[in-house]
Nanobody
Framework: QVQLVETGGGLVQPGGSLRLSCVTS????????MDWYRQAPGKQRELVAT???????KYIESVEGRFTISRDNSKNTIYLQMDNLKPEDTAVYYC?????????WGKGTLVTVSS
């Protein structure tokens, strides 16, 4: 069974940092693009960052320069380093990949940015 499990969320003050992790079990991540999405209260889920198997990364404009997506294939894990966090970054963050033609999602981890 293929599963994605996110960890690392929490409460942080504006300007603070958090690092999210997503561990995949049941299949290797080596050849796969992986994504981080987020869903803020009352809003649609949005794509935040993508990392290709080549390690090339893309970000939405609102997090460019503050967030860094990375991967450690030896640990079957991707990360999202989030710096200079803002209240508008408050959301549930989800790990995502396509597997066997289907969307796979983790259960999410809550990030709250508040003073």
């Amino acid at each position: 069974q293929v599963q994605l499990v996110e960890t690392g969320g929490g409460l942080v003050q504006p300007g603070g940092s958090l690092r999210l992790s997503c561990v995949t079990s049941g299949v290797s991540v080596t050849q796969s693009a992986m994504d981080w999405y987020r869903q803020a209260p009352g809003k649609q889920r949005e794509l935040v960052a993508t990392i290709q198997s080549s390690f090339a990364a893309k970000y939405i404009e609102s997090v460019e320069g503050r967030f860094t997506i990375s991967r450690d294939n030896s640990k079957n894990t991707i990360y999202l380093q989030m710096d200079n966090l803002k209240p508008e970054d408050t959301a549930v963050y989800y790990c995502h990949r396509i597997y066997a033609g289907m969307d796979l999602w983790g259960k999410g981890t809550l990030v709250t940015v508040s003073s």
